[in-house]
């Protein structure tokens, strides 16, 4: 259902209940409704609308081989899924089939199963029947070292994948001593790994680019020092956006919704926003999230900030500005091609934003030795956000154990007036 255009009277009535005003049309019969309720009781008219534009989409994606996929995988996994008395139907699908169509693959499905599948596709719980996302800089490695921390605290998301270099230990020192509480690192040997497993596309590496030009081809005037933080804001939202949208962002279809998001999270690459230290730049992106009302991401939104450190650590010492080149230039290629599918009043701004990854990429080529300080600071925010997170809720826990329940009692009556 959609507002009717400026050529229609929105004075006309309504067709259902014959309401005076009518300000929506059926986008299939152009029929006036009033509201919500009435377009509901319009009848099949706008459900089979809506089959057809589904039908149209996938019609649209038969030719994509990784659209096929997943959508064989969801069907197999709805036929697993069938319950009790379920009319007890093969699919027939064979997953060595790459060129199966999406329309024969339609057929095979019982009146049951389309029915469930739809119902999937309306309450959004299709999601669940799709690959988990694993993210590429999680990949397995032989020889890089692990950093963990030593104390109480479990081995978790903060666990980095690299040594610290000694030749900045002590600016790594410095960096951590005005923390409440001190962090004990040590190198965790690679020994016990199990062997690298092959990498599947959803673990791959962005490809880097051969060349990156130098600073100094970019800009004749200094670098201010505060560009450092600028990058932990930058690969706050890109590793958000992946995480939020599953890691399938490469259709045409997602693709303008993950530049908007990667945009209105990091304010560095949205509104041309700058920091005076990381955890600003941190803080700026949680608040984005906040003020956005976009929902928590399967990393969860503090586990971001784990991710960020891992991405700044790299795979190992001697590669270590590897994952934060391949993170800069995998977010400057999607926000190249998401150009070409936004209204042409958003252009400039993914213009804007695709250039400023590309000069953080030429930064943190020509500043590897900025990245380990980079991500324990990264790393420090992660921590003091999990103690937040924590002593609020031992303080909720308390006021709902005197409370009684989730909820504050109803105030009494401190006066009351007497007849």
Request: hydrophobic share 35%.
């Amino acid at each position: 259902m959609e507002a009717i255009s400026s050529g229609l009277s929105p004075d006309s009535c309504c067709g259902l209940c014959l309401a005076k005003k009518a300000p929506y049309t059926c986008p299939r019969c152009h029929l006036r409704f009033c509201s919500v309720p009435c377009y509901q009781k319009h009848g099949s008219c706008a459900q089979d609308f809506q089959h057809r534009e589904l039908q149209i989409r996938l019609q649209g994606q038969r030719e994509d081989p990784a659209s096929q996929r997943r959508l064989r995988e969801a069907l197999l996994r709805l036929q697993e899924l069938h319950e009790p008395g379920d009319t007890d139907l093969q699919l027939g699908l064979d997953p060595s089939l790459e060129q199966a169509e999406v329309e024969e693959l339609w057929e095979k499905l019982s009146p049951d199963q389309r029915k469930r599948f739809q119902q999937l596709l309306n309450n959004g719980e299709i999601s669940a029947l799709l690959p988990h996302w694993k993210p590429w800089w999680t990949r397995s490695s032989h020889n890089a070292g692990l950093i963990q921390e030593l104390g109480e605290a479990p081995v978790g998301p903060e666990t980095l994948s690299t040594p610290l270099q000694q030749s900045q230990s002590s600016q790594c020192t410095e960096a951590l001593q005005d923390s409440q509480t001190p962090v004990l690192l040590q190198e965790v040997s690679t020994s016990t790994q199990s062997p690298v497993q092959p990498a599947d596309a959803s673990t791959s590496m962005p490809s880097v680019p051969a060349v990156i030009p130098p600073l100094s081809s970019l800009t004749c005037s200094p670098v201010s020092p505060l560009v450092r933080f600028q990058l932990p804001n930058v690969l706050y939202g890109y590793v958000y956006s992946l995480a939020l949208y599953n890691g399938d962002v490469e259709e045409a279809q997602l693709l303008p919704e993950f530049c908007e998001t990667v945009l209105d999270i990091s304010g560095a690459l949205g509104a041309k926003q700058g920091f005076r230290s990381t955890a600003e730049a941190l803080q700026a992106a949680l608040q984005a999230v906040t003020v956005g009302c976009y929902p928590e991401c399967l990393l969860g939104n503090t586990g971001v900030m784990a991710a960020v450190a891992q991405i700044l650590m790299g795979e190992c010492q001697a590669k270590q500005k590897g994952y934060s080149l391949a993170a800069l230039a995998h977010l400057s290629q999607l926000l190249s091609k998401g150009k070409r599918w936004v209204p042409a009043g958003d252009r400039p701004r993914l213009y804007a934003a695709k250039k400023k990854c590309d000069f953080l990429l030429s930064w943190v080529n020509d500043n590897e030795g900025e990245l380990t300080l980079l991500a324990l600071e990264v790393q420090k925010e992660y921590k003091a956000h999990l103690d937040t997170i924590e002593e609020v809720g031992a303080v909720t826990q308390e006021l709902e154990k005197m409370w009684g329940a989730k909820v504050p009692p109803p105030q009494k009556t401190l006066i009351e007036e007497l007849d």
